[in-house]
């Protein structure tokens, strides 16, 4: 019987939570509709994925690889960034550029994202900006593993 209370009195106070969190976020959105400034707003729900929050500007998304004038990758194939990469989840192939000044460029480029955690080190450690996190993509859920294998082609669009 005790125990049979017990559960009955955490069903009221689970309703008795959740009717405060609705008044408040209520009586927050009502001010917010007279132009009343409150220091603090009501819960928001986002409707995703028709409404998309905006990223904040620092937010580490989908990778990119740049590319200088003409198209050539930034990438000298210096494999700083799959050495820090702790998820051990890029691999780059180097080849030969016909430019001294470039002298090395990836002819192979892959980044696996069924690995990647997403922690940014790749590009913190590029001497050459070439790797960046800046293509505000989140959403790149798949259904197949080979399909979050990213090579040069898709990088680099
Ligand atoms: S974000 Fe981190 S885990 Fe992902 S590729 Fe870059 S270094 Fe590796
Ligand atoms: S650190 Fe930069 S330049 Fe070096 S291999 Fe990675 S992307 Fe290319």
Same mark, same amino acid.
């Given at each position: 019987m005790i125990k049979a209370l017990g559960y009955f009195w955490e069903l009221i106070r689970g309703a008795l939570i959740t009717t405060r969190h609705f008044v408040v976020n209520m009586v927050f959105h009502i001010l917010r509709l007279f132009h009343i400034r409150t220091r603090r707003a009501g819960a928001v729900t986002w409707q995703y994925p028709e409404q998309k929050k905006p990223l904040a500007v620092r937010h580490r998304s989908l990778h990119r690889l740049t590319t200088r004038? @003409? @198209?050539?990758? +930034? !990438?000298?194939? !210096?494999?700083l960034c799959a050495t820090v990469c702790p998820s051990e989840c890029i691999a780059i192939e180097a080849a030969e550029d016909p430019d001294p000044e470039i002298q090395k460029y990836p002819s192979s480029f892959v980044i696996?994202?069924? +690995?990647? !955690?997403? !922690?940014g080190f790749c590009v913190e450690a590029c001497p050459e900006d070439a790797i960046r996190m800046d293509t505000g993509i989140i959403d790149i859920a798949q259904t197949s593993h080979d399909d979050l294998i990213f090579g040069l082609d898709k990088l680099l669009k």
């Open positions: 004038e @003409g @198209g050539k990758p +930034r !990438c000298v194939a !210096c494999m696996d994202l069924n +690995r990647c !955690c997403f !922690c």
